[in-house]
């Protein structure tokens, strides 16, 4: 099965679960998955459309995913799709 790791400042909304298997075999299956068992990140997550927040990326194993497409990318057993706050410079 895939995992889903999430920054520290969501375990609170998993148990404190940093890093957990999920089921699926797209992003948005994974993610879908996610929120069946944590209901609360569905909200820290995605918008009503169900787009990942602009203020979050997402990367596959060590590879950044991109926003178009995201919910179809394909994850395999054994990945690990990764959610960071984006980091802002100035």
């Not at 099965?1 to 520290?8: H, K, T």
């Not at 992003?27 to 979050?56: C, K, N, Q, W």
């Amino acid at each position: 099965m895939p995992s889903l790791r999430l920054p520290d400042v969501l375990r609170r909304y998993t148990g404190g679960e940093a890093c957990f298997e999920v089921g699926g075999g797209t992003v948005g299956e994974a993610l879908a998955d996610a929120f069946g068992t944590y209901p609360e990140l569905r909200i820290r997550l995605v918008d009503e459309a169900g787009r990942l927040h602009s203020y979050l990326v997402a990367f596959l194993n060590e590879t950044e995913l991109g926003r178009n497409g995201l919910q179809e990318a394909a994850l395999a057993p054994g990945d690990t799709l990764t959610i960071i706050e984006a980091i802002g410079g100035g």
